[in-house]
């Protein structure tokens, strides 16, 4: 009897010469400047100041150099890629970098850039992208967002904002292939002439700087503030004062009375001073290119916490509703969350330096066209120290399968698809979480079966 595997192998990088990101080096995945983010049928891998893109056309073929891009990053503040995502919405795909500077940076697969913006001053922890399906909220709004994350700071981008400037970019572009009077323009006009994308900035440092977040959903508003036309959010911070915060965002950027008079007062004092020191000096400095500054934080609201030292948080996984979320810390603990409750409903001891990802295994083999109700919903947890990944059954199921894996090896799962939404409750085959493993010394890239 042939013996079963559980692993689909997919292609290889190892055809490709990668020398520049330490490849051939033993654990050069496991450097903490190495960042890897994969979609279909493609893998982008960046390192602090560039990122390689690599495809391969079908299953168990060698892949190819797609294109290099190096940002334009600031030599002065010795600004370096940390953070890097997929975004796809239907026949578009970008990747999105974050930089140490707090700056977003959108490149096109043909390495052009397409936005930049700065979202705050500060090294980007996370791009977190992820979508709340229709049938589960009540809510006709766009429920697909992009959350960055900043140590002490959380933004949100809204998934339909991204897409529209996407899709005037890609609308010119075509426009100045087929108008060449108007591809004079230079490269540092364009770079000077981005629409700035709208977004909700939130300060969570209550409980101490953050090390990695994410916005869970809607939640209701607070009792005395029922009839409030703002939408709230909860979000889930993880740190190394306190391992798990939660707090509740508001759309409403209103502040104290003091803090409104100082954003007017002090402003103005300024400028006067300003204006003052040039009419006695009469100094003729050339102009200079204004500093672009962060919009001022919405009101976040503290919920709850948990102080245990020395248990610091590490890394944290959301489930696709954002109703769980994994959590690894310093003990080698992976705590399960729920979001909702604010409550630890599972505990995992023995799993130093894990990493988990959300993945759906197939309960019903029974009809030939899957959907959601199909199949349920688990947590694989890689444990390198063990050389094993485990696939758990959620909330309180078993273990369902352990398989062996080779160390120097990694995790990976497609990013979320813009649009998936619309199309979930009518399409009659769902496509559902998938987990990847990435093997640095031999190369392989393999999907779960």
């Given at each position: 009897m042939a013996r079963r595997t559980h692993l689909t192998n997919l292609g290889s990088i190892a055809t490709v010469d990668l020398s520049e990101l330490g490849v051939g080096q033993e654990g050069w995945l496991d450097n903490p400047n190495i960042l890897c983010a994969i979609d279909t049928n493609s893998l982008a891998i960046?390192?602090?100041?560039?990122?390689?893109?690599?495809?391969?056309?079908?299953?168990?073929?060698?892949a190819s150099f797609r294109v290099k891009i190096r940002p334009n990053l600031s030599p002065i503040e010795a600004e370096y890629i940390s953070a890097l995502e997929w975004l796809v919405f239907d026949e578009i795909r970008v990747i999105a970098i974050g930089t140490s500077c707090g700056y977003l940076l959108i490149y096109s697969l043909g390495g052009d850039l397409i936005h930049r913006q700065l979202v705050y001053p500060g090294r980007i922890l996370r791009l977190r992208v992820r979508g709340t399906k229709r049938e589960i909220i009540e809510d006709t709004s766009s429920s697909e967002e992009v959350c960055v994350v900043i140590p002490g700071i959380i933004a949100r981008f809204d998934g339909s904002d991204i897409q529209r400037v996407l899709q005037r970019w890609y609308q010119e572009t075509q426009n100045r292939f087929?108008?060449?009077?108007?591809?004079?323009?230079?490269?540092?006009?364009?770079?000077?002439?981005?629409?700035?994308?709208?977004?909700q900035l939130w300060n969570v440092s209550k409980y101490g700087s953050c090390v990695d977040a994410a916005v869970t959903g809607v939640m209701p508003p607070p009792l005395l503030e029922l009839q409030s036309s703002d939408r709230y959010y909860c979000a889930v911070t993880i740190g190394v004062d306190a391992a798990i915060s939660a707090f509740r965002l508001s759309e409403d950027r209103s502040r104290s009375f003091v803090g409104a008079i100082l954003s007017k007062v002090v402003p103005a004092t300024f400028s006067t001073i300003a204006s003052f020191s040039k009419l006695v000096w009469r100094t003729q400095q050339p102009t200079k290119k204004p500093e672009?500054?962060?919009q001022p934080f919405a009101r976040a609201l503290p919920l709850t916490c948990l102080k245990d030292h020395p248990r610091k948080g590490e890394k944290l996984t959301l489930s696709p509703s954002g109703t769980l979320a994994a959590i690894t810390d310093s003990l080698g603990r992976i705590m399960l969350l729920d979001t909702r409750a604010l409550v630890v409903v599972r505990l995992w001891?023995?799993?130093?330096?894990?990493?988990?990802?959300?993945?759906?295994?197939?309960?019903?083999?029974d009809s030939r066209e899957h959907v959601k109700n199909d199949y349920c919903l688990c947590l694989a947890i890689h444990a390198p120290r063990k050389g094993i990944v485990e696939i758990?059954?959620?909330?309180?199921?078993?273990?369902?399968?352990t398989i062996p894996c080779p160390k120097g090896s990694k995790i990976l799962q497609p990013t979320y698809r813009f649009g998936s939404t619309l199309s979930a409750s009518s399409s009659t085959c769902y496509e559902p979480l998938q987990v990847f493993f990435l093997n640095g010394d031999s190369g392989q890239l393999s999907r779960l079966n």
């Amino acid at each position: 009897m042939a013996r079963r595997t559980h692993l689909t192998n997919l292609g290889s990088i190892a055809t490709v010469d990668l020398s520049e990101l330490g490849v051939g080096q033993e654990g050069w995945l496991d450097n903490p400047n190495i960042l890897c983010a994969i979609d279909t049928n493609s893998l982008a891998i960046a390192s602090r100041y560039f990122l390689l893109v690599l495809e391969w056309p079908h299953a168990s073929a060698s892949a190819s150099f797609r294109v290099k891009i190096r940002p334009n990053l600031s030599p002065i503040e010795a600004e370096y890629i940390s953070a890097l995502e997929w975004l796809v919405f239907d026949e578009i795909r970008v990747i999105a970098i974050g930089t140490s500077c707090g700056y977003l940076l959108i490149y096109s697969l043909g390495g052009d850039l397409i936005h930049r913006q700065l979202v705050y001053p500060g090294r980007i922890l996370r791009l977190r992208v992820r979508g709340t399906k229709r049938e589960i909220i009540e809510d006709t709004s766009s429920s697909e967002e992009v959350c960055v994350v900043i140590p002490g700071i959380i933004a949100r981008f809204d998934g339909s904002d991204i897409q529209r400037v996407l899709q005037r970019w890609y609308q010119e572009t075509q426009n100045r292939f087929w108008n060449q009077s108007s591809t004079g323009r230079g490269s540092q006009e364009s770079e000077n002439s981005f629409a700035l994308i709208r977004y909700q900035l939130w300060n969570v440092s209550k409980y101490g700087s953050c090390v990695d977040a994410a916005v869970t959903g809607v939640m209701p508003p607070p009792l005395l503030e029922l009839q409030s036309s703002d939408r709230y959010y909860c979000a889930v911070t993880i740190g190394v004062d306190a391992a798990i915060s939660a707090f509740r965002l508001s759309e409403d950027r209103s502040r104290s009375f003091v803090g409104a008079i100082l954003s007017k007062v002090v402003p103005a004092t300024f400028s006067t001073i300003a204006s003052f020191s040039k009419l006695v000096w009469r100094t003729q400095q050339p102009t200079k290119k204004p500093e672009p500054k962060p919009q001022p934080f919405a009101r976040a609201l503290p919920l709850t916490c948990l102080k245990d030292h020395p248990r610091k948080g590490e890394k944290l996984t959301l489930s696709p509703s954002g109703t769980l979320a994994a959590i690894t810390d310093s003990l080698g603990r992976i705590m399960l969350l729920d979001t909702r409750a604010l409550v630890v409903v599972r505990l995992w001891k023995g799993y130093r330096d894990a990493s988990c990802l959300f993945v759906e295994r197939l309960v019903n083999k029974d009809s030939r066209e899957h959907v959601k109700n199909d199949y349920c919903l688990c947590l694989a947890i890689h444990a390198p120290r063990k050389g094993i990944v485990e696939i758990w059954q959620m909330r309180t199921g078993p273990r369902i399968l352990t398989i062996p894996c080779p160390k120097g090896s990694k995790i990976l799962q497609p990013t979320y698809r813009f649009g998936s939404t619309l199309s979930a409750s009518s399409s009659t085959c769902y496509e559902p979480l998938q987990v990847f493993f990435l093997n640095g010394d031999s190369g392989q890239l393999s999907r779960l079966n």
